[in-house]
């Protein structure tokens, strides 16, 4: 009833005449929504449930149980080790991100429960520069597998990013190998790891630490790649099939183990690790 009323009170012809930031236009369905609706189903569109980018400290509140989440490695910053300029210097650039966001860089790395199962968790946030990874993701990652597998607990990842970090050029690249790294040793305990992709998941992020999950899980609906359509397009000179890097099309060729909904994850996570660690503890 209120929505009905907020609904014909603000004539969504005239973008004036909508308070800034009550309501936002869903990129899927195109109709416009109530923001306090969306941030209740988990930034979800109440119209069409499309899966809106979410931030990673809201991620966190939402997948960890409350008062159990302890973050590692918060104050860790990148140098600037090729004084990369692009339109401007590289450590500008972080200081803006880092202004946008309230973040030091693009993933939050710590361990909670999870259902009550302990667990290591990274989750990426794309709004700090398209959650591109350099020597500050790469390594709060490692550490946190590191820790989770001295702790003999599941590591969970989060991937949201555009891939490798261009500023940090083959630096950033490394923490392919380094991740994978982790992993494995992680993988030789006996312990699992679950990686979940949400929209967009590409690059360099999804040839290492996000395709390497013994459970992998996507939010319907996500860019999942390796490189951009047209790329591979022209290299390859073959039409490419309908929607061939989303979640769906994946999930169908057997590259996906799960689609779940935002609103499912945190249970349906809970109950993998649950039969995952059965006996362990
Ligand atoms: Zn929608």
Same mark, same amino acid.
């Given at each position: 009833?209120?929505?009905?009323?907020?609904?014909?009170?603000?004539?969504?012809?005239?973008?004036?005449?909508?308070?800034?930031?009550?309501?936002?236009?869903?990129?899927?369905?195109?109709?416009?929504?109530?923001?306090?609706? &969306?941030? @209740?189903? =988990?930034?979800?569109?109440? *119209?069409?449930?499309?899966?809106? /980018? +979410? %931030?990673?400290?809201?991620?966190? !509140?939402?997948?960890?149980?409350?008062?159990?989440?302890?973050?590692?490695?918060?104050?860790?910053?990148?140098?600037?080790?090729?004084?990369?300029?692009?339109?401007?210097?590289?450590?500008?650039?972080?200081?803006?991100?880092?202004?946008?966001?309230?973040?030091?860089?693009?993933?939050?790395?710590?361990?909670?429960?999870?259902?009550?199962?302990?667990?290591?968790?990274?989750?990426?946030?794309?709004?700090?520069?398209?959650?591109?990874?350099?020597?500050? &993701?790469? @390594?709060? =990652?490692?550490?946190?597998? *590191?820790?989770?597998?001295?702790? /003999? +607990? %599941?590591?969970?990842?989060?991937? !949201?990013?555009?891939?490798?970090?261009?500023?940090?050029?083959?630096?950033?690249?490394?923490?392919?190998?380094?991740?994978?790294?982790?992993?494995?040793?992680?993988?030789?305990?006996?312990?699992?790891?679950?990686?979940?992709?949400?929209?967009?998941?590409?690059?360099?992020?999804?040839?290492?630490?996000?395709?390497?999950?013994?459970?992998?899980?996507?939010?319907?609906?996500?860019?999942?790649?390796?490189?951009?359509?047209?790329?591979?397009?022209?290299?390859?000179?073959?039409? =490419?099939?309908?929607?061939?890097?989303?979640?769906?099309?994946?999930?169908?060729?057997?590259?996906?183990?799960?689609?779940?909904?935002?609103?499912?994850?945190?249970?349906?996570?809970?109950?993998?690790?649950?039969?995952?660690?059965?006996?362990?503890?």
């Amino acid at each position: 009833m209120v929505l009905d009323r907020l609904r014909r009170a603000t004539p969504t012809k005239d973008p004036k005449k909508i308070p800034d930031g009550l309501w936002l236009k869903c990129p899927s369905c195109s109709k416009t929504v109530f923001k306090r609706l &969306v941030e @209740e189903r =988990l930034d979800c569109c109440p *119209e069409c449930n499309h899966h809106f /980018k +979410m %931030p990673s400290g809201r991620r966190i !509140a939402n997948l960890i149980d409350d008062g159990t989440w302890v973050e590692w490695d918060a104050n860790l910053v990148s140098g600037d080790p090729l004084g990369f300029v692009d339109g401007k210097p590289y450590p500008e650039r972080i200081k803006q991100q880092q202004a946008k966001t309230g973040l030091k860089d693009a993933v939050l790395c710590g361990t909670g429960t999870m259902g009550s199962h302990p667990v290591g968790l990274g989750v990426m946030d794309f709004e700090f520069n398209g959650g591109s990874m350099g020597s500050v &993701v790469g @390594e709060k =990652l490692t550490r946190m597998i *590191e820790r989770s597998t001295a702790a /003999k +607990m %599941p590591a969970i990842i989060v991937s !949201a990013s555009g891939g490798a970090r261009m500023q940090e050029g083959a630096i950033s690249l490394m923490q392919m190998t380094k991740t994978s790294a982790a992993l494995a040793r992680h993988a030789e305990k006996g312990l699992p790891y679950i990686s979940v992709l949400t929209n967009p998941t590409m690059a360099g992020v999804m040839a290492s630490y996000a395709s390497l999950g013994d459970v992998i899980i996507a939010e319907p609906k996500a860019l999942i790649g390796f490189t951009g359509a047209r790329v591979i397009q022209e290299t390859i000179k073959q039409e =490419l099939p309908e929607g061939f890097q989303t979640s769906e099309f994946l999930f169908k060729h057997g590259q996906l183990d799960l689609i779940i909904n935002r609103q499912d994850m945190k249970a349906e996570l809970a109950r993998i690790v649950g039969y995952l660690m059965a006996g362990r503890r």
